[in-house]
């Protein structure tokens, strides 16, 4: 099953969010600023590979390496834009080389599995849901209508089916298939 534009839009959009979220965040809090250009640039930088994977269910193992990279992608873009404002070259951490530090790895790792794992279960959950809709969903959307002024036959069962059954008591305390039963119609 593939996803349709506007589902495959919003799937993108969603990944690039969180992606873009989680990189500013873990910026802001390792003492960055990231301007809203920077921002802008880095949702449309997770968008586009985003939305070109969103034809159809991902799992984690796609999700997980693609967050990763996207998350590298990001962590060089705001170092950059933020090594190049002279006032917060040495704020940050960061001169023009861009550097990276083990603590700086841990954190971004964490965020990744962390949000990895969170996308793909609800990955998971939306395309299990879209299943199965389209399984309650299909047979009444195929349907074929009757047409208007043909008379509908009901046609009468073999045996009729009593209105009101009474069973005896003592057969419903055992266990296995039950044994004759004693119906009474009204």
């Known amino acids: 099953m593939s996803a349709t534009s506007p589902l495959r839009l919003l799937r993108a959009a969603a990944f690039a969010a969180v992606s873009v979220m989680l990189g500013v965040g873990a910026h802001a809090f390792a003492g960055g600023s990231v301007s809203a250009v920077s921002a802008l640039v880095a ?11 969103a034809g159809r269910e991902r799992p984690l193992a796609v999700i997980l390496p693609m967050l990763a990279a996207a998350q590298a992608g990001l ?25 990276i530090d083990l603590g700086m790895l841990v954190m971004h790792g964490w965020a990744v599995v962390l949000a990895a794992i969170w996308l793909a279960r609800g990955e998971a959950l939306l395309w299990a849901l879209i299943r199965r ?17 043909r008379p509908i036959t009901i046609v009468p069962a ?3 089916v ?3 059954s009474l069973t005896l008591g003592h057969g419903m305390g055992r266990r296995g298939p039950p044994g004759a039963l004693l119906t009474v119609s009204a």
């Open 43 to 53: 949702l449309l930088f997770s968008f586009g590979p985003a939305h070109a994977l």
């Open 75 to 99: 962590h060089v873009l705001f170092s950059a834009a933020h090594a190049a404002e002279p006032q917060a070259a040495h704020a940050h951490g960061h001169s023009a080389a861009i550097t």
């Open 133 to 149: 809709f389209a399984v309650r969903l299909a047979p009444v959307l195929i349907a074929a209508p009757v047409p208007y002024g």
């Open 158 to 160: 073999e045996h009729p």
């Open 162 to 164: 009593p209105r009101y």
